[in-house]
């Protein structure tokens, strides 16, 4: 129900408010039965059930809801909106409605399809085209502002159709710095050292190389991902572990030859 509220509603709802002692939103409240009335007549005895409740919806106006006996509404109901013009005026009915509980199951709400893809939907054919206003892109004639795309698109002699803009780029250090390869993950707070000082640590060139790179180590976590110089994992390449033998006890080798050697005489000394 939409109502408009003019200058002369409004005075005339302070009036209202003002001479009001509780009459008109007990009226209201108490017009339990004009509110099944009017649900049954509009959608049948059979669909309405208890009484759940009363809302206020403004000083002349509240909603009686009641339980929605109908196939496929679990926890739905019926919202009949009742009004008076003053504690003196009669109560009428303004609307009936079907609406949502607290416990209803209810559609979420609508996303546009390009919008509802999410990192690691797309399959194998799967086209996921970018928009004509996308943010995170520029037409590749216009000045990128990253120094290795501009050093690309010269020596090429014709540079790509679309670049990645700074905003995108933003993003994209923003998500890289957040995620499983940043700063702030449990492996890298527990790593000795960060992949910044690592021989295995490759930068991104462009204005992300600051930051940025590839791990190029097979046995590390992050092999062939973007990982934040501030990141570490405990295959660095600088680590350097205390070798303690592993040979078992049994399998050592007895060499006499360090031992000093006495010739000793055949007569055994006087006592």
């Known amino acids: 129900m939409t109502r408009v509220n003019t200058p002369l509603h409004n005075e005339h709802m302070t009036l209202l408010l003002t001479l009001d002692d509780g009459s008109v ?10 509110a099944r009335d009017a649900a049954v007549a509009d959608v049948g005895a059979e669909q309405v059930g208890p009484h759940a409740g009363v809302v206020r919806e403004d000083a002349m106006s509240a909603s009686h809801l009641f339980e929605a006996n109908l196939s496929g509404y679990d926890g739905w109901r019926w919202s009949v909106t009742v009004a008076t013009a003053g504690a003196d005026m009669p109560v009428t009915v303004d609307e009936v409605a079907l609406i949502p509980g607290p416990d209803a199951l209810v559609a979420p709400h609508w996303v546009p399809w390009e919008r509802r893809i999410r990192p690691g939907d797309l399959g194998v ?13 520029v037409p590749g004639y216009l000045q990128s502002d990253d120094p290795a795309v501009e050093e690309v698109a010269h020596e090429a002699g ?21 995620g499983e390869f940043g700063p702030r993950s449990d492996m890298a707070r527990s790593a000795p050292a960060a992949c910044g000082t690592c021989a295995f640590y490759l930068p991104l060139a462009g204005s992300l190389r600051a930051a940025f790179g590839v791990c190029g180590n097979e046995f590390g976590p992050a092999d062939g991902h973007v990982v934040n110089t501030e990141y ?3 295959a660095h390449s600088e680590v350097e572990v205390e070798q303690v033998s592993s040979v078992p006890v049994a399998e050592l080798v007895y060499d006499d030859s360090l031992l000093d050697m006495e010739a000793l005489s055949e007569q055994p000394a006087e006592q």
Not at 26 to 33: E, F, H, I, K, M
Not at 125 to 137: K, L, N, Q, S
């Open 158 to 178: 014709l540079g790509r159709a679309h670049v990645m803009s700074r905003e995108g780029r933003l993003e994209a250090a923003s998500r890289w710095r957040a």
């Open 125 to 137: 054919g799967d086209i996921f085209p970018t928009t004509a206003d996308d943010p995170r892109v």
């Open 25 to 34: 939103q007990r009226a209201l409240r108490d017009a339990v039965q004009l």
């Open 232 to 234: 570490g994992c405990g």
